[in-house]
């Protein structure tokens, strides 16, 4: 396995370091039901972008980390313990 010949300086690990700063997101507040979502992409919440529907939303209340993801994730989770169940006896 290859190793470094020699240690990096402080000085080239922090050049290296200058580029990992994270930037905020460009957020922007929607026209239609006024909830803050992305820029340039289609809201979330309401399935508004320029002004008309692209996107069908199951209600226009909710956001998109709604009920139904975690329900499924529930259900996933009972059937494992139904197959781990199984193979135990
Ligand atoms: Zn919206």
Same mark, same amino acid.
Do not use: I
């Given at each position: 396995m290859p190793v470094p010949k020699y240690r990096t300086s402080a000085s080239k690990r922090d050049m290296r370091r200058s580029h990992h700063a994270l930037k905020a997101p460009g957020l922007s507040v929607c026209p239609n039901c006024h909830e803050v979502k992305l820029s340039? /992409? /289609? &809201?979330? %919440? &309401? #399935?508004?972008?320029k002004g008309k529907q692209v996107l069908e939303t199951? %209600?226009? %209340?909710? %956001?998109?980390? #709604?009920s139904d993801l975690s329900s499924s994730k529930v259900q996933a989770k009972d059937e494992s313990l139904k197959d781990s169940s199984k193979k135990d006896s």
């Amino acid at each position: 396995m290859p190793v470094p010949k020699y240690r990096t300086s402080a000085s080239k690990r922090d050049m290296r370091r200058s580029h990992h700063a994270l930037k905020a997101p460009g957020l922007s507040v929607c026209p239609n039901c006024h909830e803050v979502k992305l820029s340039h /992409v /289609v &809201c979330p %919440s &309401c #399935g508004f972008y320029k002004g008309k529907q692209v996107l069908e939303t199951k %209600s226009s %209340s909710t %956001s998109w980390d #709604g009920s139904d993801l975690s329900s499924s994730k529930v259900q996933a989770k009972d059937e494992s313990l139904k197959d781990s169940s199984k193979k135990d006896s």
